[in-house]
């Protein structure tokens, strides 16, 4: 099999062989068969530095391996195609547990689905890997991508960005200035630039005579280039000391969170709705009991998970009963995950304060629904394909700001699915969110990995918005979160379980809450134009070339 630089050149030729057009880089001569192991491995690599591993080093060396393999001369769709490997290598390993209990064509198409989009990275890398600078335009070539797949199709899925598997490393509290999106965009700046420097010692070392020899950057370039590298993933661990101490606030709030799990995992838990509310009931009481003996601390709230009562409380009078004597019984209003029937036939996934002497109070409707999940878009169709699809459900978005009162706490609430998206929290915190907290099921998603991805995602959001996070799961893992990103409390999981902590009130605001999406607008923006740029060049030197051309020849 050839190399890529020894075929014949196409209109799809990318703009690195116009801007360096006798240059060749090492990884170019290496044939195809190499370079879509290369990108697997890449792609590999993203998949080691996600939950619950603790190796988030690995993602800016999968960044810098697929950098290698994308950039350089040739077709553009070579790009793409070895990104498209490398998603598949990442996506695959990453998201099993979509298709735990419904076959694996929905974890294979999700995966071939989100795969396209580092498809899509791995063309942008190719078609601006010859610009100057090209380390930071590739990496905002990255946050680009991750843009897109955050939004498309179905309002796209956010799993898998690179910030949230950095939970655990040096770039976390990059996360206060600019949320995930300034995270992504410094792990993947690190990975381009020690791209860069691999280029540059191989092709010192290369030995090509003039006319073939390989790209090689400057002195300054190169100092430069070693200086970001250093710099970016240092910067992140330098400013450790600026995240929130875990009890700073202006004032304090005991929170407890329960954790009454299921009889059985699988998406029929749900057939067993009346049992998974009376364990949220039964841990509830127990927390009470403790209470009155003196073993807890009496909780200002109490926090139940998504789906802790299947049965609308609205509707059934017993249900409502059960809700209420726990109230009682624990002294404290409790947030209560409920699955509400609409009058239309459509079912409203919600979290309501329930006060044993008041009743139901303010609630959260979950704003942001799951595709293929909780409803399901051209379901005559996808019906086609799974045995399944029937059983996914009829929910309709809610609507509101995105936080409920309870025991005069203003509290921002993401179910489950919404804190992947960075505009759950953001709503919240516009309307003076205190403390955060995730109510979430994971029982439909069985022992995977599922819960620990998002236990990082939770720490990842506190950092961003510099409050504390409570995550109440109804088989686990439930997890008190301090501002600063560390889980002081943790579940283990299918047991029942009480967390209580005495946890911050703040009102102030981090840089990344106060200027929201613009770091990821302005990617966007300068992706474009940078795209733009390329192509009008390298249509004008065609031009040029065909003029030049006809002029011999006539």
Not at 533 to 541: E, I, N, P
Request: proline residues 8%.
């Amino acid at each position: 099999m050839k190399p890529e630089s020894a075929t014949a050149a196409s209109p799809e030729t990318s703009a690195a062989a116009e801007v360096s057009p006798v240059r060749v880089r090492w990884f170019e001569r290496c044939p195809a068969v190499t370079r879509s192991v290369a990108a697997i491995v890449a792609g590999l690599l993203l998949f080691g530095s996600f939950p619950p591993r603790p190796y988030w080093f690995l993602a800016p060396l999968g960044i810098a391996l697929l950098t290698l393999v994308v950039r350089g001369r040739g077709p553009l769709r070579a790009g793409f195609g070895y990104g498209l490997l490398a998603g598949l290598g990442f996506f695959l390993p990453l998201l099993p547990w979509t298709g735990i209990y419904v076959g694996p064509v929905p974890w294979l198409a999700l995966s071939l689905a989100c795969a396209v989009f580092l498809g899509l990275f791995g063309l942008l890398a190719r078609l601006l890997g010859g610009l100057p600078g090209w380390p930071l335009w590739i990496a905002l070539a990255w946050v680009t991508a991750e843009w897109g797949r955050s939004n498309f199709p179905f309002g796209g899925f956010p799993w898998g960005r690179l910030a949230f598997g950095q939970a655990d490393g040096w770039f976390l509290p990059l996360a206060m200035f600019g949320g995930p999106v300034l995270i992504g965009f410094a792990v993947a700046l690190t990975g381009t630039t020690a791209a860069a420097l691999v280029d540059h010692l191989l092709a010192r070392t290369s030995p090509e005579p003039p006319a073939l020899a390989p790209e090689r950057m400057t002195r300054a370039a190169t100092t430069v280039t070693a200086a970001t590298l250093v710099a970016v993933p240092l910067a992140g661990l330098l400013l450790r000391p600026a995240l929130p101490a875990p009890d700073a606030g202006d004032s304090t709030v005991t929170v407890a969170a329960i954790q009454g799990s299921v009889p059985r995992l699988g998406l029929d838990f749900n057939a067993q709705r009346r049992a998974v509310l009376d364990n949220h009931v039964r841990r509830t009481r127990e927390l009470a009991r403790d209470v009155a003996a003196g073993r807890s601390p009496r909780p200002d709230v109490v926090i139940w998970p998504e789906n802790s009562s299947d049965i609308d409380p609205l509707r059934n009078p017993d249900a409502a009963a059960l809700i209420t004597e726990a109230s009682v019984a624990v002294g404290a209003p409790i947030l209560v995950g409920a699955v509400l029937v609409n009058g239309d036939r459509t079912t409203t996934n919600s979290v309501m304060v329930w006060d044993g002497a008041a009743g139901p109070g303010d609630r959260h409707d979950k704003k942001i629904v799951q595709p293929f999940g909780e409803y399901l878009p051209m379901r005559s169709f996808f019906s086609l394909f799974s045995d399944y699809a029937d059983r996914a459900g009829y929910f309709v978005p809610g609507h509101g700001d995105g936080t409920v009162r309870a025991a005069g706490v203003r509290i921002g609430v993401a179910t489950c699915y919404e804190v992947a998206f960075d505009r759950a929290f953001r709503e919240s915190l516009d309307s003076g969110a205190q403390l955060l907290t995730v109510p979430t099921n994971n029982a439909t998603f069985g022992d995977s990995e599922m819960t620990y991805q998002q236990l990082a995602m939770s720490r990842v959001r506190a950092v961003e918005h510099g409050r504390a996070l409570v995550v109440a799961a109804t088989s686990g893992v439930s997890g008190i979160i301090t501002a600063d990103g560390a889980v002081r409390q943790q579940t283990p999981l299918f047991v029942p379980a009480a967390l209580v902590a005495d946890l911050p009130l703040r009102t102030d605001t981090t840089i990344a809450t106060r200027i929201g999406g613009v770091p990821e607008a302005l990617s966007v923006i300068l992706t474009g134009v940078a795209a733009a740029f390329v192509l009008f060049r390298r249509r004008s030197r065609q031009r040029g070339g065909v003029a030049a051309a006809a002029a011999v020849q006539g």
